[in-house]
């Protein structure tokens, strides 16, 4: 292995800022759901990559559940999304505006 | 430092990072957020990780993207190729994506992070399932609860409106 901790650190801060990106300036909501997902994904390569170099199997562990979480959160989601489409007939942000105080 | 897997794989991972935002079609950006996500799994064998390697394959890029895909192509056909996004704030969030990405990179950069080498084994798939079983177990239990929950609850979300729809039709 000759890629080192910062490596992977520093892939995994580009993700996250291209998330933030999406999550500002994007209004459809499925690529809303695109940028979280690429942002949990930034934090899992950070769990494996410090769990690989501190070394502890912790890393690994909360890995995979995070992962299992990030599943429920996309079913939600999509649900969430399905339902605002059928009330709608949109996917702009813009558009829901029921819950607007 | 970097070797050309790693290399090839972040080009992978961050591109088609970009291009699952930006890319004008939907179902194209579900297929480049596919990309994104087999280039995390190539990290995860980087990191001798193959477990976790093959389960991001298998709940990712298996079952989370292929639900996403399946969302998509119930949208409106117009909508899918629509681009919605605030103009005004595009470059807003090209300065905040710029301002988080230097900030934590010079902070990494500055850290001791860079000094971390490791020659120990890579972490056995026994160890993960002993951490499961032994330290974790009510945590896997909630997260199965959970799980179950979450799915019922996202099928009765999408269901209902078809009750009441068919209720209208009769």
Redesign the interface.
Known sequence: MTSELIDFTLVSVAMLGIGIYGLAVKRNFIRMLFAVEIIINAANLNLVAFGRFLPHSGGQTMALFSIAIAAAEVAVGLSLIIVAYRMYQNVDIADFRSLKG | ???AV?LAL?VI??GS??A??ELRS?IY??IA?MG??GG?AG??F????P??AL??LA??VG??AV??LF??M???RE?IFK????KR??F???G???V??VA??AV??DSG??T???D?P??DFR??G???VMY?WP?LIL?GL??AG??T???V??K??DVENDQRAN
Do not use: C, N, P, W
């Open positions: 430092m970097a070797d790693f972040t991972t961050i990072a970009i699952a935002l939907l950006g579900s957020l994104t996500l995390v990290f995860f980087l990191l001798d990780a477990f976790v389960f991001q709940v990712y079952s989370i639900l996403i969302t998509v119930l949208v409106k909508l681009k919605i996004e605030d704030r595009k807003a969030g090209i905040l994506m710029l988080t990405m934590l990179g990494f950069l992070i860079k971390i080498t490791t120990e890579a972490t160890d993960i002993t951490d499961f974790y945590a997260m959970i799980l979450s799915v609850g996202a099928l979300l999408a209902r409106e």
